[in-house]
């Protein structure tokens, strides 16, 4: 079985432009979460998608934003792009919406110059 | 608000030693925790979940203890290897629909 699978590995953009990460998660799970962890610090809770809805979100600007597909895979987008959003951008996936279990992918490394 | 620390932020033992990672959270009503494993750049490996009513899962070489009414939980690591070189963190479920805090982590290395 596929674990959750994230694209692109590394990405490397200037300051003002907009990022595009993806996420397929497992199988039959419909849940998907974005994190940020910056070197050095914490994950910190980005987006949560379940059934298509947003359903919480952290303490981000609004040019962070996603969505999720029919499929379930998701999508986090940055726009105008900060130095300071150089981090890597991880994604999990569980199979419900109620604490369960969560599994992440291997991370998405953005670089802004 | 939860919070959660991981003590300490870096371990360095020789192969072959026991060790034990600590983490400890505020708030004690919590529905589960996790503990994981991140090598550097990569994404997080799930190692352990406990249950809110469990007080402790083993699996291989890790065992992991929860103490919800003193608000912590221990990562005990028996006959460390250097493949086990990398940084733990654990992850505190409160409230419904998967509100997770994380620990900053506890680096480890073991050195051959």
């Known amino acids: 079985e596929a674990g959750v699978t994230q694209s692109p590995t590394h990405l490397i953009k200037t300051r003002g432009q907009q990022a595009t990460l993806r996420c397929s998660p497992i199988?039959?799970?419909?849940?998907v979460y974005w994190y940020q962890q910056a070197l050095g610090l914490g994950l910190q809770f980005l987006l949560w998608?379940?059934?298509?809805?947003?359903?919480n979100r952290g303490n981000f600007p609004p040019r962070f934003s996603g969505r999720q597909f029919p499929n379930y895979s998701s999508e986090l987008n940055v726009n105008a792009l900060e130095l300071e959003d150089s981090a890597l951008y991880l994604c999990?996936?569980?199979?419900?919406?109620?604490?369960?279990?969560?599994?992440f992918g291997s991370g998405t490394q953005l670089s802004v110059l | 608000k939860q919070e959660v620390t991981q003590i300490p932020a870096a371990l360095s033992v020789p192969e072959g030693e026991n060790l034990v990672l600590n983490c400890s959270f505020t708030d004690s009503a919590i529905y589960n925790l996790q503990w994981f494993r991140q090598d550097p750049g990569k994404g997080l490996t799930s190692l352990l979940l406990i249950q809110s009513s469990q007080r402790e899962q083993t699996s291989g070489r890790l065992n992991a203890s929860l103490d919800k009414s003193s608000g912590r939980s221990t990562l005990y690591i028996a006959a460390s290897q250097p493949g086990d070189s990398a940084t733990y963190l654990c992850a505190v479920y409160t409230g419904g629909y998967q509100k997770v805090t994380f620990g900053i982590g506890t680096k480890l290395q073991v050195i051959p």
């Open positions: 999990a996936s569980s199979p419900g919406a109620r604490d369960e279990k969560l599994f």
């Open positions: 998608y379940d059934e298509g809805e947003e359903r």
């Open positions: 199988s039959g799970h419909t849940s």
